[in-house]
Nanobody, 127 residues
């Protein structure tokens, strides 16, 4: 079993920065794909960023150049550094883990391919 707990969300003004953290526990292995997703009110959950076991990262076009996904394996912690935030970034942010080992699925950030999810942390960007 895998447990994921997000933290670091909160209110922030446009142009500001936040760093989200995801603490993983349970049966976590270095070959897991990890990702960040977000869901705004009335919208579908979308993949924001993912990181493959070899360290390769992908990002949604809307956040590329502003967000950075990283992980600290020794601490089983996933991070999402968010800079230059805009109101369009307002959403509940979730971390997720994939254990099936499909690289294409990992880098494609397909929601249905991620088996484990955190409870989410709210990010609210005001203008």
């Amino acid at each position: 079993q895998v447990q994921l707990v997000e933290s670091g969300g909160g209110p922030v003004q446009a142009g500001g920065s936040l760093r989200l953290s995801c603490a993983a526990s349970g049966n976590i292995y270095s070959n897991y794909c990890m990702g960040w997703f977000r869901q705004a009110p009335g919208r579908e959950r979308e993949g924001v960023a993912s990181i493959a076991p070899d360290g390769i990262t992908t990002y949604a076009d809307s956040v590329k150049g502003r967000f950075t996904i990283s992980q600290e394996n020794a601490k089983n912690t996933l991070y999402l550094q968010m800079n230059s935030l805009t109101p369009e970034d307002t959403a509940v942010y979730y971390c997720a883990a994939m254990t099936t080992g499909n690289r294409w699925s990992c880098l494609s950030r397909r929601r249905t391919d991620f088996a484990y999810w955190g409870q989410g942390t709210q990010v609210t960007v005001s203008s």
